[in-house]
């Protein structure tokens, strides 16, 4: 077991006193949007006490560490845990495939765009999936909506200027159809066009008592952002999804998704690829964006933490996050690498050597796959990451 430096992402987005108040630290006085914990290359934690990166420590006996499965089946780590600041909306996106990923990465490399090259959507020929769960009030958007019911919620609106939008809900023999249309037609439009559009739901969104409020009062601050992207109506077309405390939700590639605000802990496939069609700064690749992104309208499947011990279903087994409100101790067994952080109050861990570590809030601790397993102490609110191929024991 060992102590982890945990890396911080400045992205403009982030919140500035979240992540250093629960590390128990002055703010920097720069948005501190991410905390990483893991091996991505971009940015690998640091073990404490030491000069070493988690990476390196790994990579000195990994099958002793990663444990045989994980070392032969993916031979790094694979995943990162994160924790999210969000104090403005990230960028529309979609993760791609493993498939998708490799083609991308590849063609890329075979354009001459450099490792570090800005202009990049693919870092690594690595799928990516993530789940969130939210630690405050968390709203995002997250898939496309039922058609008739985004065609309802355009219909109050009721405005000369949205009536050629309106039209086009018509295309299409299938949902799937009209909905890549739509965003294909309002990524084709300019920005004084958009802009027209956007206003035009401005003025109609004003005083709102209706189910749609929330929406639109999200609908207004992306605008004020961004007051020509067209990706501020492309929003409209999303489930818009608040997450309670405690409440998950998983993204598998291809799923659209903006996160709107609030923080959360956020455990991703080791892989930093993204491809954005908008609500950014960052790069923006809109043709590979409909390439891969999923047109299929779905329901949001929120998963509620409803027991002190709350192990969120995730359908692949690079990573599985659980969720533990422990007041007391708690034993598990390891049949791979783990990373625990506590959000609120500290525990201690003891492996099956008796070997012990006092953890602080806001602080991870790596268990490798060889401490085969650990006890933990305390009242604390302690996430775990994991492998999804394990049975745990109480």
């Not at 354009?111 to 202009?119: C, F, M, R, V």
């Not at 949902?175 to 956007?198: A, C, D, Y």
Request: net charge negative; glycine share 8%; hydrophobic share 35%.
């Amino acid at each position: 077991m060992e102590l982890l430096d945990a890396t911080v992402q400045n992205y403009f987005w982030g919140d500035l006193s979240f992540i250093p108040t629960l590390q128990g630290r002055t703010p920097s006085g720069e948005p501190e949007a991410e905390l990483w914990v893991g091996t991505h290359p971009k940015s690998p934690s640091g073990v404490v006490g030491t000069t070493k990166s988690l990476a390196e420590l790994i990579d000195f006996d990994p099958e002793k560490l990663l444990g045989e499965h994980v070392h032969k089946t993916y031979g790094q780590l694979p995943y990162v845990l994160k924790i999210l600041a969000i104090k403005s909306p990230l960028s529309l996106q979609v993760h791609p495939s493993e498939q998708q990923a490799i083609t991308g990465y590849n063609r890329e490399n075979n354009n001459g765009i450099l490792p570090d090259d800005t202009s990049r959507s693919y870092h690594s020929p690595t799928k990516k999936s993530e789940i969130v769960c939210a630690l405050t009030t968390f709203e995002a958007k997250f898939g496309f909506r039922v058609l008739s019911e985004t065609l309802k919620l355009f219909k109050t609106f009721n405005h000369p200027d949205l009536c050629e939008l309106l039209e086009r809900f018509g295309h299409g023999e299938t949902e799937t159809e009209t909905l890549q249309g739509l965003v294909e037609w309002l990524l084709s439009q300019s920005p004084e066009t958009t802009n027209i559009m956007i206003q035009a739901v401005l003025e109609k969104s004003q005083k709102r008592e209706d189910s749609y409020a929330s929406e639109l009062t999200s609908f207004a601050k992306l605008a004020t952002d961004y007051p020509n992207d067209p990706c501020v109506m492309i929003s409209l077309l999303l489930n818009h999804v608040t997450l309670d405390p405690g409440d998950a939700l998983y993204v598998p590639p291809g799923t659209v998704h903006v996160y709107l605000g609030g923080n959360a802990v956020e455990i991703t496939s080791n892989s930093d690829n993204v491809v954005r069609a908008g609500l950014t700064t960052k790069q923006v690749d809109s043709n590979e964006f409909i390439s891969i992104v999923g047109f299929t309208p779905s329901i949001p499947d929120i998963q509620h933490s409803d027991s002190f011990e709350k192990r969120y279903e995730v359908p692949i087994g690079d990573f599985a996050l659980t969720r533990i409100d422990m007041d007391g101790d708690w034993v598990a067994l390891l049949t791979g690498p783990e990373i625990l952080i506590s959000t609120d109050g500290s525990f201690t861990i003891t492996n099956a050597e008796g070997r012990t570590l006092h953890v602080q809030e806001g602080i991870p601790v790596w268990v490798p796959h060889s401490d085969i397993q650990y006890t933990l102490r305390g009242k604390a609110l302690i996430f775990r990451g994991s492998i999804n191929t394990f049975e745990m024991a109480h």
